[in-house]
Nanobody
Framework: QVQLVESGGGLVQAGGSLRLSCARS????????MGWFRQAPGKEREFVAA????????YHSDSVQGRFTISRDNAKNTVYLQMNSLKPDDTAVYYC????????????????????WGQGTQVTVSS
């Protein structure tokens, strides 16, 4: 089984920055593409960013492109989401997700493609 634990959420003023981390444990012999999603109250879970297991390829949603950056450190089994220029609309619970894959350069952007999810971390951006 794979466990994902997010950290780094909190309260920040608009224009500020946060860095989320997601530590993965269990079944470390497999390779995993990773993603970040978020869910605001009353809204569906939406894709934020994804990264291939090699780290070569990344993809960010239009709403965060240029402000957020996904990265990973495979030696630490950890994926990060650097969030800059935060806006009140970024307020949500942020979830980390993982999917086992042998495709080193592939990323995934759909919730149904992911097999494992973290418990989420709250990000609140005040105006």
């Amino acid at each position: 089984q794979v466990q994902l634990v997010e950290s780094g959420g909190g309260l920040v003023q608009a224009g500020g920055s946060l860095r989320l981390s997601c530590a993965r444990s269990g079944r470390t012999f497999r390779t995993y593409a990773m993603g970040w999603f978020r869910q605001a109250p009353g809204k569906e879970r939406e894709f934020v960013a994804a990264i291939s297991w090699s780290g070569v390829n990344t993809y960010h949603s239009d709403s965060v492109q240029g402000r957020f950056t996904i990265s990973r450190d495979n030696a630490k089994n950890t994926v990060y989401l650097q969030m800059n220029s935060l806006k009140p609309d970024d307020t949500a619970v942020y979830y980390c997700a993982a999917v086992a894959t042998d495709a080193s350069a592939r990323w995934y952007s759909q919730t149904y493609e992911y097999s494992y999810w973290g418990q989420g971390t709250q990000v609140t951006v005040s105006s």
